[in-house]
């Protein structure tokens, strides 16, 4: 059963990245500015129902950033949900820098169990479920076959050659708590390199092992994290919500996440 789950989740995120592309490379992007502020674009909408089509046949409900608002009181039993991110980094899809992805979490008792983040722009598939653990592999968007990919896809972490503490920070949204994160690593490790990335490529760096260290000291909410971090601990990492000092845990009442870090 959770093999057919991760199959579905990762054709869902493959076709879902397709219809992105042909946006994309259109340039027809259609930005409105949604109440709180925040780009949508047509590729966001397309990229949603895409994924409803494959996720509504798991029934199993889905929490979508496009879809429609659904109140705790209706969420508060669910054992098991889809959290999805039709385009995480919307803003670096209009920017055209290639760095947005599309996120699907399976959650379960409120812990991430599978997870799947594809980067169209690149190709890079990256997956995961707590019985086999964390992979990365290369997809042709126009010729691919789910079972192929999963069995040449390389298991997380991948060896780094560069052992330079490296921490990785969002591109959008750095804080003064982030800079004294990384003032505070340079005086315990010495020489640090520090990495901008967009979306949810900076979970994905950590679980790669690319980067030792992401703090996320800024707003993110549930959708933008859970797949990532399915895929960190999958691949032997930790996401710890810093107030708590625990694993962060989904489908809460207040969908938006506190600060955390992932190491």
Same mark, same amino acid.
């Given at each position: 059963?959770?093999?057919? !789950?991760?199959?579905?989740?990762?054709?869902?995120?493959?076709? $879902?990245?397709?219809?992105?592309? +042909?946006?994309?490379?259109? *340039?027809?992007?259609?930005?409105?500015?949604?109440?709180?502020?925040?780009? !949508?674009? @047509?590729?966001?909408?397309?990229?949603? =129902?895409?994924?409803?089509?494959?996720?509504?046949?798991?029934?199993?409900?889905? !929490?979508?950033?496009?879809?429609?608002?659904?109140?705790?009181?209706? #969420?508060?039993?669910?054992?098991?949900?889809?959290?999805?991110?039709?385009?995480?980094?919307?803003?670096?899809?209009?920017? #055209?820098?290639?760095?947005?992805?599309?996120?699907?979490?399976?959650?379960?008792?409120? @812990?991430?169990?599978? *997870?799947?983040?594809?980067?169209?722009?690149?190709?890079?598939?990256?997956?995961?479920?707590?019985?086999? &653990?964390?992979?990365?592999?290369?997809?042709?968007?126009?010729?691919?076959?789910? +079972?192929?990919?999963?069995?040449?896809?390389?298991?997380?972490?991948?060896? /780094?050659?560069?052992?330079?503490?490296?921490?990785? $920070?969002? #591109?959008? =949204?750095?804080? $003064?708590?982030?800079?004294?994160?990384?003032?505070?690593? /340079?005086?315990? =490790?010495?020489?640090?390199?520090?990495?901008?990335? &967009?979306?949810?490529?900076? !979970?994905?760096?950590?679980?790669? &092992?690319?980067?030792?260290?992401?703090? #996320?000291?800024?707003?993110?909410?549930?959708?933008?994290? $859970?797949?990532?971090?399915?895929?960190?601990?999958?691949?032997?990492?930790?996401?710890?919500?810093?107030?708590?000092?625990?694993?962060? /845990?989904?489908?809460?009442?207040?969908?938006?996440?506190?600060?955390?870090?992932?190491?």
């Amino acid at each position: 059963m959770m093999k057919q !789950l991760l199959n579905t989740a990762i054709t869902a995120a493959l076709e $879902a990245g397709k219809a992105i592309l +042909e946006i994309y490379h259109s *340039g027809e992007f259609y930005v409105e500015i949604k109440g709180d502020n925040s780009p !949508l674009t @047509k590729a966001d909408t397309s990229s949603h =129902h895409v994924i409803m089509s494959f996720l509504t046949k798991t029934n199993i409900p889905v !929490l979508s950033e496009e879809g429609k608002e659904i109140p705790y009181e209706e #969420r508060k039993d669910w054992k098991q949900l889809w959290i999805v991110d039709p385009i995480d980094g919307t803003k670096e899809f209009i920017k #055209r820098n290639g760095e947005f992805t599309v996120n699907i979490a399976l959650i379960e008792n409120q @812990k991430p169990i599978i *997870g799947v983040i594809f980067v169209p722009v690149s190709g890079e598939l990256y997956f995961s479920s707590k019985e086999v &653990g964390a992979f990365k592999v290369a997809v042709d968007i126009n010729d691919f076959d789910v +079972e192929t990919l999963i069995s040449k896809a390389n298991k997380l972490p991948l060896q /780094r050659k560069d052992k330079t503490f490296t921490i990785v $920070a969002s #591109r959008s =949204h750095m804080s $003064a708590e982030t800079d004294n994160y990384v003032q505070e690593m /340079r005086s315990t =490790h010495g020489a640090v390199n520090l990495i901008s990335k &967009g979306s949810s490529l900076k !979970l994905c760096m950590v679980a790669e &092992g690319q980067a030792d260290c992401y703090p #996320r000291f800024a707003p993110t909410m549930e959708w933008d994290t $859970a797949a990532g971090q399915a895929i960190c601990e999958h691949a032997g990492f930790k996401v710890i919500d810093m107030d708590t000092k625990e694993k962060m /845990r989904y489908n809460r009442e207040e969908l938006l996440n506190k600060w955390f870090l992932i190491n």
